[in-house]
């Protein structure tokens, strides 16, 4: 019998390169949980302690704010892009 691991992104988003091509195919995904699920993976991949202090957000929050069915506040996710780094760009 084999055993397999659970797969995590995390393991993977270890390059800036890596990071903006995640987060650009989850916002190409008409669920919008599936780019709040990406943004969470990206700060547990930067460090969610660290990512708490950048945004004056608990910790503990961050976790909840990005777990599958949470609604977050816009400006929370900013918060957390900007900590990350990221910029959203638009193009027609």
Known sequence: MENFSEFDAVDYLDSEEMIAEYLTAALEDENPDVFLTAIGDVARARGMSK????????????????????KPRYDTVLKVLHSLGVKLTVAA
């Open 51 to 70: 990512i708490a202090q950048r945004t004056g957000l608990g910790r503990e929050s961050l976790y909840k704010v990005f777990s599958p069915g949470a």
